[in-house]
C-alpha cells in the first residue's frame, strides 16, 4: 500500500473551514501522480510526452469532515490492471478515522485519446504492487 501525507490548507477549504469536496479529487490526482513518480518510478511529466493516463471512472464516499490543519493520510492500492486500465482504491484517514474514501480506473492512452496496453515496464511495476501480491 503506498501512503500519501496531505495537510489540509486553506486553498482546500470552504468559507466553513471544511474541506471542499472536489478538493479531496485533486489530493488523489497528488496522490497518484507522486505513486507513479516515486514508487512506479515513471512521472506523469515523462508519461504525458507520448501518452496520458485519464481517470474515466470515479466513486466517492464521503464518510467526515476534515477541517483546516489535519494531518490526512491517503492511502492508495492498485486493485486491477487490464490491458489498457487499472482500478485504485483509496481510503483517506485523519488519526485513526475514515475522511474519505474512493475508487477509480485509470486508462493508458495514446497521444490521439485512443487506450492503449500500458508499456511493458510500467505494467511489470504496476502488478508488482497489486493487492494481495507479494
Known sequence: MFQYNQKVLFKHCDPAGIVFY?????????????????ELGQSFSQIHQTASIPTVQMNATFSAPSRLGDKLVINLEVCRIGRSSADLDFKTYCEEQLRFSANSTLVY??????PNSW???LR??????LQGED
Open 109 to 114: 492512452v495514446d497521444t490521439n485519446g485512443k
Open 124 to 129: 511489470r511495476a504496476l502488478q508488482t504492487r
Open 22 to 38: 472536489p478538493r479531496y479529487f485533486e489530493m488523489l490526482n497528488d496522490t497518484v501522480e507522486e505513486f507513479f513518480d516515486s
Open 119 to 121: 508499456p511493458d515496464s
